[in-house]
């Protein structure tokens, strides 16, 4: 394993996250090691008529208790979300507020609707009951609300905009933060993804792309039937390395890698040879040959025919013996623009506790996915170098490389 000197190097110092298991990066790790799915019957503030009825969505979450009264007519959830990880991320990091910003801070938020539950209420306002828009609807459903917002909060006047990938949003939106930094266009950088799209148009869209299952979601495994739509938010503060031990910060890990490719293939059908190419280049980019790779968070949809594609392109990348895998998406469901940040904080987590988490709900093994898929019990090993895939609609793919310091 080598490391590439010429650039400079870049830490994970805070990270923050809401998502199904509630508030909290703890939260999220303890049920992702624990194995404990945090997908619920489906709450909807209007009558649904949906096939499916259970999601992953947020509990209990009281935004006034996290957020200033003044500010929360600004937010819809996917910004509130936003808000509550990056502060802790902010906090872990040990920064007050206004410590972290600057001109030399950037802010990335991915995200991959933005605003669904203003764009949800605001039509049906319009088509349903005639009411006129919310004067604050436009700063509350567009995806740069989450960015600008955190901007203003934390006095942060670097690079600030919102990427929007589809389910690559909060892998991108941190590997192209981790590029500023490694560039030189920033110090330090507020990074992940939010989002906030169990609603009703939405559930009754992926209902009928017909890949939401009506159960259990089981990557890799024999007789999978599809994901279950979650949502929530993970926010990261990255660094320099000599920002962080100029102020005598401890990192969590190192940021090692990133890689980032287009199938230009299909507007629904995942391709190998993208995904294939992203992770080599994740590894080209932290300087890892695949033999040091510990431990790989994969995409895992669950779905058939992604859950075989992401297989071969592993094999594609590894030889016959992959690293152990995991998909913890039937633990936080499929977050879509968020899922990468909430799978990136249990790598971290994994990579910090030498524990690898399962992948739940498994049943056998199929032939077709040849993976060691780390079946339904968390699985304590050394882990030094892990990956985090992330494949969008459209062929867009992010991977991102970590390694412990």
């Not at 939260?27 to 009558?47: D, E, Q």
């Not at 959830?77 to 410590?99: C, H, L, N, S």
């Not at 594609?309 to 039937?330: C, I, L, Q, Y």
């Not at 969008?392 to 390694?403: D, E, K, P, Q, S």
Request: net charge neutral.
């Amino acid at each position: 394993m080598t490391i590439n000197q010429s650039r400079r190097r870049v830490v994970v110092t805070g990270m923050g996250a809401v998502s199904a298991a509630g508030v909290g990066a703890s939260a999220l790790w303890a049920a992702a090691r624990g194995g404990v799915s945090c997908v619920r019957a489906l709450k909807l503030a209007r009558p649904y008529q949906g096939r499916i009825k259970i999601a992953a969505q947020v509990p209990d979450f009281d935004p006034s208790s996290h957020i200033e009264p003044e500010l929360l007519p600004y937010c819809d959830p996917f910004t509130q979300y936003a808000i509550v990880a990056a502060d802790e991320a902010v906090a872990q990091a040990g920064f007050a507020r206004k410590e972290i910003g600057g001109p030399r801070t950037a802010v990335v938020i991915g995200t991959g609707i933005g605003g669904a539950h203003t764009i949800d209420d605001t039509s049906y306002h319009e088509y349903a009951e005639g009411v006129r828009p919310e004067t604050l609807a436009v700063p509350r459903l567009i995806p740069s609300a989450a960015p600008t917002t955190l901007g203003m909060r934390y006095g942060a006047k670097g690079p600030t905009f919102a990427l929007a990938s589809a389910c690559s949003s909060a892998t991108q939106a941190i590997g192209e933060a981790f590029e500023m930094l490694r560039a030189g266009r920033a110090d330090r950088a507020v990074a992940g993804g939010a989002e906030a799209c169990v609603i009703n148009g939405s559930m009754r869209a992926w209902e009928a792309l017909r890949v939401l299952t009506p159960d259990f979601c089981r990557p890799f495994s024999a007789r999978r039937n599809g994901m279950t739509l979650g949502e929530g938010a993970a926010v990261f503060i990255l660094e320099t390395l000599e920002s962080a031990q100029a102020r005598g910060a401890t990192p969590l890990c190192e940021l090692a890698g990133y890689g980032a490719t287009s199938d230009a293939f299909d507007p629904l059908r995942a391709d190998v040879e993208g995904p294939a190419r992203c992770m080599r280049l994740a590894l080209e980019s932290a300087g890892i040959e695949p033999s040091a790779v510990d431990y790989l968070n994969a995409h895992g949809t669950a779905t058939y025919a992604n859950d075989i594609t992401e297989s071969e392109a592993m094999r594609a990348v590894f030889g016959d013996r992959p690293p152990p895998v995991s998909s913890t998406k039937p633990i936080h469901g499929h977050a879509l623009g968020a899922s990468g940040g909430l799978e990136l904080c249990v790598t971290i987590s994994a990579l910090r506790d030498q524990v690898a988490p399962p992948t739940i709900n498994f049943v056998e093994a199929d032939p077709k996915c040849p993976v060691d898929a780390i079946p339904n019990e968390a699985r304590k090993m050394p882990i030094r170098v892990a990956l985090s895939n992330s494949f969008a609609f459209g062929g867009i793919n992010g991977t991102l490389a970590v390694r412990a310091m």
